[in-house]
Structure formats: structure tokens, C-alpha cells
């Protein structure tokens, strides 16, 4: 899409994708991994390696924090997620993915995964490799955004 700008080609791809892709919510309890749609999307902003503080999760993601300590609780009890107190601050809850949370949440995910598989079906492996390359790059970049936000 070299004729259109680089803003214009992200606001008009990532709703292709994100159309192609997604399926109806479910209810936590109709969901064969118990999961809600809100529960997999706080799922999906986690990582197994690098941990994020409760705080900046629910500002983020704009849960007060009685609330989203209540989901964490649910995900922990289910071992989705591990929470432990920051080295820099005890005061402060760190979050992470397990590797369960991971399955659960591709399983829930708003993208379902067949979809998914799919469109990434239809490139070339160079294609899907550099697709896959831009998209981490994106996340990267977003999830910096957020960081340098809550400074």
C-alpha cells in the first residue's frame, strides 16, 4: 500500500484482520475454558516472561482496581496467572501469564484461532515469517506507548 500513508494503512488493515478473524463473545460460564471475553482480553495483555504491575493493568486498561483484583484472584485460583509482590516495590502486585493462562486465552481469544490460522495459511512462509515480524514489532511498539504513558 505504498499510495496510502503509513497512519491510513494501520486503520484500515488491523479492521480487515480483526473482521476476518474475530467470533461472537461467550459468556465466562459457556466458554469451555470459563473464561469471558473480559478475562481473555486481560489475559492477552500479559506475558509469561515479563511481568506487569496490577496498577498499571487496570489503568490501562480502565478497571478500577477492587475490580480487576477480583478477576486477578478468579484467573490465579484457575492457574492462568501468578502473581507475586515487585522486588522494587512489595507494595505492588506483579502479573504474569502461565502457560495454561496462554492455551486459555488463544482459546477464548476474540480472534479464533481456525480464522487465524487461515489467513496465515494463505502467505508464502517468508510472508508469514515478515506478517508475524511486523506484528510483534507493533506490539513492541504499543506496548512501550503505555509504558511511557504511565511515567
Same mark, same amino acid.
Given at each position: 500500500? /505504498?499510495?496510502? =500513508? @503509513? +497512519?491510513?494503512?494501520?486503520?484500515?488493515?488491523?479492521?480487515? %484482520?480483526?473482521? &476476518?478473524?474475530?467470533?461472537?463473545?461467550?459468556?465466562?460460564?459457556?466458554?469451555?475454558?470459563?473464561?469471558?471475553?473480559?478475562?481473555?482480553?486481560?489475559?492477552?495483555?500479559?506475558?509469561?516472561?515479563?511481568?506487569?504491575?496490577?496498577?498499571?493493568?487496570?489503568?490501562?486498561?480502565?478497571?478500577?482496581? /477492587?475490580?480487576? =483484583? @477480583? +478477576?486477578?484472584?478468579?484467573?490465579?485460583?484457575?492457574?492462568? %496467572?501468578?502473581? &507475586?509482590?515487585?522486588?522494587?516495590?512489595?507494595?505492588?502486585?506483579?502479573?504474569?501469564?502461565?502457560?495454561?493462562?496462554?492455551?486459555?486465552?488463544?482459546?477464548?481469544?476474540?480472534?479464533e484461532p481456525r480464522r487465524?490460522?487461515?489467513?496465515?495459511?494463505?502467505?508464502?512462509?517468508?510472508?508469514?515469517?515478515?506478517?508475524?515480524?511486523?506484528?510483534?514489532?507493533?506490539?513492541?511498539?504499543?506496548?512501550?506507548?503505555?509504558?511511557?504513558?504511565?511515567?
Amino acid at each position: 500500500m /505504498p499510495h496510502v =500513508s @503509513a +497512519i491510513r494503512c494501520v486503520q484500515t488493515c488491523y479492521p480487515q %484482520i480483526y473482521l &476476518a478473524c474475530h467470533v461472537d463473545h461467550k459468556r465466562g460460564r459457556t466458554s469451555s475454558t470459563g473464561l469471558s471475553s473480559r478475562d481473555s482480553s486481560i489475559l492477552a495483555h500479559l506475558d509469561e516472561q515479563v511481568p506487569v504491575t496490577a496498577g498499571a493493568l487496570a489503568r490501562h486498561l480502565g478497571i478500577g482496581a /477492587p475490580a480487576l =483484583s @477480583a +478477576i486477578l484472584k478468579r484467573l490465579a485460583t484457575r492457574g492462568y %496467572i501468578v502473581q &507475586a509482590a515487585d522486588p522494587a516495590d512489595r507494595r505492588r502486585q506483579q502479573v504474569r501469564l502461565t502457560a495454561a493462562g496462554a492455551v486459555a486465552m488463544s482459546k477464548s481469544s476474540v480472534l479464533e484461532p481456525r480464522r487465524v490460522q487461515a489467513l496465515l495459511r494463505r502467505l508464502t512462509p517468508q510472508e508469514r515469517e515478515h506478517a508475524l515480524q511486523g506484528l510483534a514489532l507493533f506490539a513492541r511498539a504499543a506496548r512501550e506507548c503505555m509504558a511511557g504513558r504511565r511515567s
